[in-house]
């Protein structure tokens, strides 16, 4: 009989600030792309498009004007003393920007590029439903994964949905029978997903991220989110309780994010009617870009086992890609249910 597998599995994370896709052709290692989920607005100017075409700087024009997009946004948002615009803001599409299903469209487009095999199996990532009615609601996150899926649709692939915890746990705990903790912390949501041979048992989103703690601490200080942000990604350390005004600032949020993630976790595992009682503890996995500052992963820890979680903990890691373990999860989670 002919092999009937995909010839291609694709996975996605369409995240606040980063969207990461990993694929592969069938039996060859995956790869890879990146770009920054942002974008500009630069002046209309013949000499403008030339120069942007001439370094290869990704950009669209739309009503006469025209707009950089993915890590050139930065780049002239630093040179500019300027904020980049975001297509997404809390997980989902902006809604405060009408251009945000224009740009990202242009991104996701760009970054998956021609497609190798119609119809082949593409898994992005979701936010979890929040609790208590918090933002992003159902109605934005309803939305968000229906654009999402008819976009990939379009562009010919069988997309699939799955939420961002669930991915971690499928990038990082195979070897544990995919039962654990996955938490990815984002910049736009925290998502957390417990899961039990495979299964989903709870799901859900905190309304923090790394977003947050930007823009608290440019409040604070007086300066850009765009500018600490890019001063957080150069270095930024928890295990450091001095240094710069915007260090300290940055420090001071990220320790408050840690809390409230550690108590909403408390009260969502705690009110669970159906928490299953387990012999074994189980491991949680730290994932996303809001997780890389050194310390980080031992802060998280510490707040966690001093509080009543329900759950006995057999043990806390980071992700071994922390920025790409969602698209890793994505991906891993596409082969695992889609190969013949």
């Known amino acids: 009989m002919p092999d009937s597998s995909p010839a291609q599995f694709v996975g996605v994370d369409v995240g606040t600030s980063r969207i990461v896709v990993q694929r592969s052709l069938l039996d060859q290692p ?17 000499a403008v498009l030339t120069s942007l075409r001439s370094r290869k700087v990704p950009c669209r024009t739309e009503d006469g004007r025209v707009l950089a997009f993915g ?15 975001r297509p997404m803001s ?7 920007d009408e251009r945000s299903t224009y740009m990202l469209e242009a991104l996701l487009t760009d970054l998956l590029g021609k497609q190798v095999s119609p119809g082949s199996p593409l898994v992005f990532s979701v936010p979890s439903q929040g609790v208590d009615g918090s933002r992003p609601g159902r109605a934005d996150l309803a939305f968000h994964q229906t654009f999402l899926q008819q976009l990939f649709t379009r562009l010919g692939y069988r997309a699939v949905p799955l939420h961002e915890g669930e991915a971690v746990v499928y990038s990082e705990l195979a070897e544990e029978n995919y039962t654990g903790i996955g938490i990815s912390f984002g910049a736009g949501l925290c998502n957390i997903s417990f899961t039990y041979l ?19 601490a440019a409040a604070i200080v007086n300066e850009k989110t765009t500018r600490v942000r890019v001063i957080k990604e150069r270095g930024f350390s928890l295990r450091q ?14 320790r408050q994010l840690i809390e409230e993630v550690v108590q909403e976790m408390c009260t969502v595992f705690s009110n669970h009617d159906e928490l299953p009682v387990l012999e074994e503890p189980v491991p949680v996995v730290l994932a996303g870009g809001t997780a890389m500052p050194a310390g980080f992963a031992e802060q998280f820890s510490q707040a966690l ?21 969602v698209a890793d999860g994505c991906y891993r989670y596409a082969k695992a249910n889609f190969s013949a």
């Open 71 to 85: 890590k050139w946004s930065t780049t002239f948002a630093e040179l500019f003393h300027s904020e980049v615009c």
């Open 30 to 46: 995956p790869t890879q792309h990146t770009e920054l989920n942002a974008y500009i607005e630069l002046p209309n100017t013949p």
């Open 198 to 216: 495979s299964v989903p048992i709870i799901d859900f989103h905190l309304a923090r991220g790394g977003d947050w703690i930007d823009a608290s």
């Open 241 to 254: 309780d001095g240094g710069t005004f915007v260090n300290q600032s940055l420090n001071l949020f990220y």
């Open 90 to 96: 809390e997980g989902c599409v902006n809604g405060r």
């Open 305 to 325: 086992m001093a509080s009543s979680f329900p759950l006995k903990i057999s043990g806390y890691r980071l992700a071994s890609d922390p920025l790409n373990a």
